[in-house]
Nanobody, 113 residues
Framework: QLVESGGGSVQAGGSLRLSCVAS????????KGWYRRTPGKEREMVAS???????NYLDSVKGRFTISRDNALNTVYLEMNSLSSEDTGVYYC?????????WGQGIQVTVSS
């Protein structure tokens, strides 16, 4: 139900843009943001955004990442700039579907130094 795209490999200092779109039941799915699992760490919230556009960020990505949404397309984007090797990991889109949380399949981001 959540389709993620935009991951890949990039050199340190580079940029990537992740996208998450609800592929079905789009009126019942509210995409909330992005999480990631990096080597040696638990999954952590990277950035979140409400339907009204209020955002929240992990301290380590503030000033480098920008989350945005297109409500008409039910799509949320994560613009990632000044990437470092510490950003390497699997990124997951998170959404609410009724009273449940749902997750994308995860997308790999690899930053080489």
């Amino acid at each position: 139900q959540l389709v993620e795209s935009g991951g890949g490999s990039v050199q340190a200092g580079g940029s990537l843009r992740l996208s998450c779109v609800a592929s079905e039941d789009i009126f019942s799915i509210q995409i909330k943001g992005w999480y990631r699992r990096t080597p040696g760490k638990e999954r952590e919230m990277v950035a979140s955004i409400t339907r009204a556009g209020t955002t929240n960020y992990l301290d380590s990505v503030k000033g480098r990442f920008t989350i945005s949404r297109d409500n008409a397309l039910n799509t949320v984007y994560l613009e990632m700039n000044s990437l470092s090797s510490e950003d390497t990991g699997v990124y997951y889109c998170n959404a609410a579907h009724g009273m449940y949380d749902i997750w994308g399949q995860g997308i790999q981001v690899t930053v080489s130094s």
